[in-house]
């Protein structure tokens, strides 16, 4: 499990090359809803930019594509104001802050460090928090219903590893889904399986954000876009999982250009 970063973001780090630089942004239509592989290309023949991506992630996060009825928690600010939306048919998306999740196999300085992750690489260890870009998502229902009132990932189709684009300030990185937030046997103030915004050490340095398990992250501006299904869970081990996962940030672009283009 996770644990709670509750120091708020110091001075932005330098940005790494690996996040790719948006360009010009134009919106397009209302999204096309049809099965999304990781094979998909541009329609156009022209990839598309992480821009135009975001713009139109964000043309589609209405009312209308809400999937939850009940918000989440901002996991650093802890404020209940984050939603999560469906703007296209196996693709669901957030915007929140990035607490900084330092578990896994990696060693840490920090004292809530916790050797284990939810998930782990092809190989069955643990994940490496400080070489794998992973986000986290809430253990279970908090709410103990069916369907959730909030997002939980089992009842979208999400499973270990699955594949996310994350935008922030200007660059756009791949990821995978590494590990969860703890559930119901927690309060709302500490642990909340209801909680969005964390995401591992490698993920805040790709994105130049303040990486410490302690003082690092930041309280909003994150927007993470998460792919459901067997076609997109990411396989490897520590030492390839970060190259796995960029080497796949272009064909998710086109994949979602596609999709929500008119």
């Known amino acids: 499990m996770s644990s709670i970063r509750t120091g708020f973001a110091v001075a932005a780090a330098a940005a790494f090359a690996l996040g790719t630089q948006f360009a010009a942004a134009s919106a397009h239509a209302a999204p096309v809803h049809h099965t999304l592989t990781a094979n998909a290309v541009a329609a156009s023949g022209t990839d598309y930019t992480a821009a135009q991506v975001l713009a139109d ?49 990696d060693p840490d300085p920090d004292p809530d460090h916790e050797g284990t992750t939810t998930f782990q690489d092809s190989n069955g260890k643990q994940l490496a928090a400080h070489h794998v870009p992973f986000f986290v998502l809430g253990d279970d229902c908090w709410d103990k219903k069916t369907p959730c009132p909030h997002f939980f990932y089992k009842e979208h189709g999400m499973s270990g590893r699955e594949f996310a684009l994350i935008f ?33 050490t490698k993920a805040a340095q790709l994105l130049g954000i303040p990486s410490s398990g302690t003082t690092g992250g930041v309280d909003n501006g994150v927007t993470v876009v998460m792919f459901s299904g067997k076609d997109w869970v990411v396989d490897g081990t520590n030492s390839n999982l970060n190259s796995k996962a960029q080497a796949l940030v272009q064909k998710a672009l086109n994949t979602l250009g596609t999709a929500m283009a008119g």
Request: charged share 20%; proline share 2%; net charge neutral.
């Open 168 to 200: 922030y300030k200007g660059k756009v990185i791949g990821s995978i889904f590494g590990d969860t937030q703890t559930a119901n046997n927690q309060t709302t103030s500490d642990n909340d399986s209801r909680e969005l915004g964390e995401a591992s």
């Open 57 to 105: 992630i964000k043309k589609n996060s209405t009312s209308a594509t809400k999937v939850n009825t009940k918000p989440h928690i901002n996991t650093m600010t802890r404020d209940m104001n984050v939603n999560v939306y469906q703007p296209t048919k196996g693709v669901f998306t957030y915007t929140s802050s990035m607490a900084i999740d330092d578990d896994g196999s």
